[in-house]
Structures are given as C-alpha cells and as structure tokens.
C-alpha cells in the first residue's frame, strides 16, 4: 500500500509521528494474531510491544517491494517464535476476556461456549496450519500477503490452508458445540 510506504519514508526520515501512526493502524490486528499465537494476554501484550519495536529497528530493511503490511508481520512473527525458542513460552490456555453484549443470558452463554470451542479446536492445530489460518480469516490477509509474510510459497499456503480446515472439520465432527450443532440440521 503506498500509504503505508509513505509513512515508512516519513519515519526514516525522523518524523516520529509516523510511526506512530503505523502503529496505531497495526497495533489491533498484529495483537489479535499474537494472542491467539500465545494464548495471554499479558504476554501477547510485551510481544507486540517487543515486535514494534523491532519493526523499529529494522524498518531500514524494508525494500518496499512487497506489501508493508506483510512484512511488519513477517518481523513480528519471526520475533515471536524466537521468543518462544529463546524463553520457551508455554502456549497456555486461552483466558476469557471478551465482553459480549447482547439481550439475554442465554445468547451470551451460546456465544462464548462457541468462541471457546473454536479456539479449542483450532488450538489443535499444528503451528505452521493454525498460523496460516489466523493470518488468513483472522487478519485477513490475502494469500500473496501470507506467502510474503511467511516465506514460503502460495502452493504451501493453500495445501495448509486446506489442512487446517480438514482438520478443524474432522475435530469437530469428534464433538463439542459444533458437532452438537451439524447433528441438528
């Protein structure tokens, strides 16, 4: 996005508030894709401080060739799964901390023991395939973007991508909230 490269000029040029407005425009979804990576808030909250400012850092590197979004994600995440061989951060168990709005207790009920369903299952997920997939329906990145992003090549995003969706179908299949629901209808 051109935008976004203007911005990248601005801040090797020293304009400190572009920067700022890089972060504030990636600070959500980068923080979504690390949560679900580690499962803590707390923790996904000291990655993504640690990865803007290693995108920081690094921020000379960035050829803009290719899409400025997918390579802060490839820094970011590189960061992270370093972090993750260097302290061995524990995947832990996902706490719930969303608060959802609507009329009445049961609806609120259904949709957390859906959500908490869904990031079961897709907890079950190899890493490579659950990153692809949070990449793509979660951040919403367009496969080229994921292909740039990761490093690896379109026929491998769509083969995991496809996995992961076997496998999350299968998983389900197996019970729990979705499975409940497939006997129904």
Not at 9 to 37: E, F, S, W
């Amino acid at each position: 996005m051109e935008g976004d490269n203007q911005y990248v000029r601005q801040v090797l040029a020293g304009d400190k508030q572009a920067y700022a407005h890089i972060i504030n425009t990636y600070k959500n979804p980068l923080y979504a894709t690390i949560l679900r990576m580690v499962k803590n808030p707390q923790i996904a909250q000291d990655l993504l401080q640690e990865a803007f400012i290693k995108v920081y850092e690094q921020l000379d590197k960035y050829d803009q060739k290719g899409p400025f979004k997918s390579w802060l994600y490839r820094v970011a995440i590189n960061h992270c799964l370093d972090q993750f061989r260097k302290k061995s951060i524990q995947l832990e168990g996902a706490e719930e901390s969303r608060l959802i709005n609507d009329a009445t207790p049961e609806i609120v009920f259904l949709k957390k023991e859906k959500s908490r369903e869904l990031e079961r299952l897709v907890a079950k997920l190899p890493d490579d395939e659950r990153l692809i997939l949070l990449l793509r329906y979660a951040n919403e990145l367009s496969y080229d973007e994921i292909c740039e992003t990761l490093s690896i090549s379109l026929v491998d995003v769509r083969n995991k991508l496809h996995r992961a969706k076997k496998k999350l179908r299968r998983h389900a299949q197996e019970g729990g909230y979705f499975h409940d629901l497939s006997k129904r209808g």
